[in-house]
């Protein structure tokens, strides 16, 4: 019964812990939330494109980007047992020892329960730790691959954004292309438009020219043929006299013949001189045809010029749109790769941190599902424990409330220690099963949690190759958009060009019809004005014939009349019908006139303006004679000047052969050294020697008798030359005439020699006057054959090339300060009156001379220069005394004994003498005094610089002066130019200056080729020491020639020598100041 109880006992025991452990295994741990976190992935794949950023800000795998899960607490072992309450005592001694059997089983059945729940609680840690790896490499591998996805995105994007691009740039390149393409077109259709109208035109106005001459030379020759019959009818007339006398008679048929001849040969000249004038006139319409061709030409070419230029800027505007519209595009693409790398990084940066956030949940709900299942298993324990204790108590409770024998306490101890046995065993296999079931659970749950993260990572690659794939057909559109605007740029360029050559061609039509009317006109003018001169000369020829009889008989009865009268009688009556005429009057004072004129310009009568004056006189005259009779017989037009040419021609042979034949015998009387009355009479004989001879000519030369109006020419003579004399200036110029540095130097007529002006002696020779056959030593000794000297002129004749280019003087160029300057107290002439030097300021006005015509005017004050000087030149000069630097230029004028003429020119202050002769604003003034001063100490200078002209009046008796520009002053400074003589056998005959990359080869060879200059060996060239600047250079060769005397001008086909002066008379004033300024003030 007892062991029957305990058996009992131990069985309830384990069907308890069965009961138990089956519930708790039936439990499986919580699962996995994969559905929550595969729908939270999926939304977020959902919202839009992942596009990446340029550097993306996706972490490796292998970094977490959340801190990992904590790791699990340690396994907390089994709690122990709760102690077994048996009874103390027993009735029997082996009852006793059953309750210590009872107590040593049950200790050793916790114990090996204790153990086997260690052994699975350690096992649900293992199974938690894979599954923990199974979902972090999941993780890692979800992480790469969304890294991988995003790369492959970015590159997609950036190819698609370059495939774009290029196909902007290709369209854009394209574009570019077929502008210049089609510019080239256009100008080339443009180019060809304007060569085929401007051929056009030039074929017009040649054809227009040839039929102008072509009009011209049919009524040409029309008007000869009528000329001809004319001429005809006229020679047809009868010239026989009707006189008794023979003498008489012979007379009227020479007067009938000589005027029908001279009707005859008229009317040819008529014919001709229209036929002349027609062909003229056809040479200037061929001309102004051909200038209407030419215009026609230059119009058509300047449109075509501006349509190039027109065409020239659509090209340019279309490049420039097409560049614009590529650069926008260019840029719309960019951004659009940008955006979508933007939006691609920031969709994996997403996918990243949410994958990492979800594998870190799985790893925590893992880590939960591993502890509840350890608490199951440790609570399970714990509870069979407790039973098992609690019926192990019950059951000891009853194995000693009766007495039991030996053989039913072993049979009871037995039972017990098989039922503690099999009720714990059956525990521990229970806990077992519980355990196996959690790690399979949990295997499933690792699995699970892998396979929503693989998933998720597909989804995200789906959603960024979603994303790649719209932005690359965003960005094909946005290329496919800009190529289209590029076309429509080339094609609105193509349409502009095309139009602008249209309205090229259809201005050029306009241009050629208006040029061909214009043609037209000048063409129909053309045949009208040689109606017209056919129709004046119809008219001109018709009256001398029709009137022939009438005139053959007037003139056969003057010729009965003066073939009965003496040859006196005859003479007065050409005095009173020549004298008593208003052709004769309009001659003689237009005659007079143009001599006078032409005299007094020259300003003295040398031989050639006296041979110019009788010319130019008796041209004159004849001309106004004839144009007055013309006027007279009621002529008008272009017939007015009938027979002017030849009566003009006809007078200028006769007074230049009075004239010369005057010049003749005035130098016979001079020759022959005749004085007082048989001078007198000598030029009375050579006057009318001219006179007579002079109107012989005209008479022979127009065909009339040689004696008419002989008497009348012997008569006048005396007469027009007194008048003449009285208009006509003599000697030396007035001092009213203006300063003219550049008039001509002639010779004068005769008349008695002025005295030469004194010259300072020298400490060895007597004071005394300087007679003309004396040599002034200033000057170059010239010999009385020598060749009149010249200024400079062209290359072959020495001319230095430098000075045809040299800078003219500007207007506002200030005057340096080259050391010609004035003593405080100088009075300037000014508008006003005269003031002092020094107290003028820039922006005073003063007087100044305009060389060029001699005329004073006011000139502006530019600038005030003050200096000082140890030196004074005092020069006394009438009622004015000049204190002045040396080198200050001072205006002169004196008589070339040689050219026999006066002549003005700059001479330095130091270099006056006295008598010479200062040019004034009102005439001159002759120096009577020049002293040099010497001065302890230094004393102030003042000079100034006027505007326009390069010189002003000092002194009360205002005296010219002169002055040197800063930009001339920079000319002549240039420095590197050497001098060189010509020599042979050691004899200096040329002097020149070569530039500063000039070699001897160069000049050898020049002279060499320049006719018998250098002939080498015998000639040798010989350079000077040293280079200087060029106005040192250009003085020392004008030196140099004046030295060895080798100015030989314009000797023939003789050039060994200087030609030329090497510096002309005005320019060498200038030289000289640029020379003061090197040496400076004093």
Request: charged share 20%.
């Amino acid at each position: 019964m007892q062991a029957t109880a305990g058996n009992a006992a131990v069985a309830r025991l384990m069907a308890h812990a069965r009961a138990d452990t089956g519930l708790r295994t039936a439990s499986p741990p919580p699962s996995v939330p994969a559905a929550a976190v595969a729908a939270r992935l999926e939304e977020s794949a959902a919202a839009g494109p992942l596009p990446a950023p340029e550097v993306s800000s996706v972490a490796p795998a292998t970094e977490p980007a959340a801190p990992p899960a904590p790791p699990p607490p340690p396994t907390a072992p089994p709690s122990d047992p709760p102690p077994l309450v048996l009874p103390v005592d027993a009735p029997t001694d082996g009852q006793r020892a059953l309750l210590d059997h009872l107590r040593t089983e049950h200790a050793g059945a916790s114990g090996r329960l204790a153990t086997s729940v260690g052994a699975r609680l350690a096992d649900i840690d293992a199974a938690r730790d894979d599954q923990s790896a199974v979902v972090a490499a999941a993780e890692r591998a979800a992480l790469a691959r969304v890294t991988d996805q995003a790369s492959a995105s970015r590159a997609t994007i950036t190819a698609d954004a370059n495939a774009a691009a290029g196909t902007v740039a290709a369209a854009a390149a394209a574009q570019s292309a077929a502008i210049d393409a089609d510019r080239a077109a256009q100008g080339q259709a443009a180019r060809d438009a304007v060569t085929d109208r401007s051929d056009t035109a030039r074929a017009r106005g040649d054809e227009a020219a040839e039929r102008s001459v072509a009009a011209a030379d049919t009524g040409a020759e029309a008007t000869r043929a009528d000329a001809a019959s004319r001429i005809g009818e006229a020679r047809a007339r009868s010239s026989g006299g009707t006189a008794a006398d023979p003498e008489v008679r012979r007379a009227q048929q020479h007067a009938g013949a000589e005027l029908i001849d001279d009707t005859g040969a008229r009317v040819g000249e008529a014919a001709e001189s229209a036929a002349t004038q027609m062909h003229a006139q056809a040479q200037e319409v061929a001309g102004g045809a051909r200038g209407i061709a030419d215009q026609l030409g230059t119009s058509l070419a300047e449109q075509g010029t501006a349509v190039s230029n027109q065409l020239d800027g659509q090209a340019t505007q279309a490049a420039s749109a097409v560049a614009s519209a590529a650069k926008s595009g260019s840029g719309s693409v960019a951004s659009a790769r940008d955006a979508a790398l933007a939006n691609a990084g920031r969709t994996a940066d997403g996918a990243v941190a949410r994958i990492r956030g979800e594998a870190a949940r799985q790893q925590a709900a893992l880590q939960r599902a591993a502890e509840d299942a350890k608490a199951s298993v440790r609570s399970a324990a714990e509870s069979a424990q407790a039973e098992a204790a609690a019926d192990l108590a019950s059951a000891g409770s009853q194995l000693v409330a009766a007495p039991l024998g030996t053989e039913g306490t072993a049979t009871a101890a037995a039972a017990v220690a098989q039922h503690v046995s099999d009720g714990f065993g059956a525990v521990e296999a229970s806990l077992g099963t519980m355990t196996t079931d959690v790690i399979g659970a949990l295997g499933e749950a690792g699995a699970a949690a892998a396979g929503e993260l693989d998933a998720a990572s597909d989804r995200v690659g789906s959603a960024l190759e979603r994303g790649g794939a719209t932005t690359a057909q965003g960005l094909a559109g946005t290329a496919a958009s800009v190529g289209a605007g590029l076309a429509q740029v080339g094609q609105q360029h193509r349409g502009a060009a095309s139009d602008t050559v249209a309205r090229l061609n259809s201005a050029g039509d306009a241009t050629l019809a208006q040029g061909e009317s214009a043609l037209g006109d000048l063409l129909a003018q053309h045949e009208g004005r040689l109606d017209q001169t056919r129709s004046e000369v119809t008219a001109r020829t018709g009256e001398p014939v029709s009137s022939l009889d009438s005139r053959v008989e007037s003139a056969q009865a003057r010729a009965a009349e003066r073939a009965s009268k003496s040859w006196l009688e005859n003479q007065v009556d050409d005095l009173v019908s020549s004298v008593f005429t208003w052709e004769f009057l309009a001659g003689l004072v237009v005659g007079l006139l143009v001599a006078v004129i032409i005299i007094g310009t020259a300003g003295t009568a040398t031989p050639f303006v006296i041979m110019a004056a009788g010319i130019a006189a008796g041209a004159a005259g004849a001309a106004a004679g004839t144009i007055t009779h013309n006027a007279r017989e009621g002529k008008s037009g272009t017939a007015l000047f009938d027979d002017v040419l030849r009566n003009s021609l006809i007078g200028g042979l006769a007074g230049g052969v009075g004239a010369g034949v005057y010049l003749f015998g005035a130098g016979v009387v001079a020759g022959a050294g005749l004085t007082g009355g048989w001078a007198i009479a000598g030029g009375i004989i050579t006057l009318e020697a001219a006179a007579i001879i002079s109107n012989t000519v005209a008479n022979v030369a127009a065909g009339r008798p040689w004696d008419e109006n002989l008497l009348t020419a012997m008569l006048l003579a005396p007469l027009i030359e007194l008048i003449a004399g009285r208009f006509t200036p003599k000697g030396r110029p007035e001092p009213e005439v203006p300063i003219r540095p550049e008039d001509p130097v002639v010779p004068r007529s005769p008349g008695p020699e002025e005295p030469v002006a004194p010259r300072r002696p020298t400490p060895d020779e007597p004071d005394r006057p300087v007679t003309p056959d004396e040599e002034d030593p200033r000057r170059p000794r010239r010999p009385k054959d020598e060749p009149e000297r010249i200024p400079e002129g062209v290359t072959d004749e020495d001319v230095h090339i430098e000075d045809e280019f040299r800078p003219a003087r500007d207007p506002n160029d200030p005057e340096v300060n080259p050391g010609v300057c004035f003593r405080a107290g100088t009075v300037v002439a000014t508008p006003s009156g005269d003031a002092t030097i020094e107290s003028l300021r820039p922006g005073d006005v003063v007087l100044a001379v305009e060389l060029a015509t001699g005329l004073v005017g006011p000139r502006r004050v530019l600038q005030i220069h003050r200096r000082t000087t140890r030196r004074w030149v005092r020069i006394v000069a009438g009622t004015t005394m000049l204190h002045a630097t040396p080198r200050h230029p001072f205006r002169t004028r004196s008589r070339d004994g040689w050219a026999d003429a006066w002549v003005d020119a700059w001479v330095d202050a130091a270099q006056l003498e006295p008598g010479a002769v200062l040019v004034t604003a009102s005439g001159e003034v002759h120096v009577e005094r020049v002293e040099f001063v010497e001065l302890d100490a230094e004393e102030a200078t003042h000079n100034l610089t006027v505007e326009a002209d390069e010189n002003y009046l000092v002194g009360t008796a205002r005296v010219l002066v002169h002055n040197l520009t800063e930009s001339r002053l920079a000319y002549l400074s240039r420095p590197g130019y050497r001098n060189y003589t010509l020599r042979r056998n050691g004899v200096v005959y040329y002097s020149g200056m070569a530039g500063p990359n000039t070699t001897r080869a160069d000049l050898e060879g020049r002279h060499s080729r320049n006719r018998n200059r250098f002939r080498p060996p015998a000639d040798e060239l010989v350079f000077e020491p040293g280079t200087r600047e060029y106005g040192e250079s250009r003085l020392m060769e004008q030196r140099l020639a004046e030295q060895h005397d080798t100015i030989i001008g314009r000797d023939g086909e003789n050039y060994r020598g200087n030609r030329q002066e090497p510096l002309a008379a005005d320019k060498l004033p200038e030289y000289l100041e640029y020379e003061q300024f090197k040496r400076g003030c004093g």
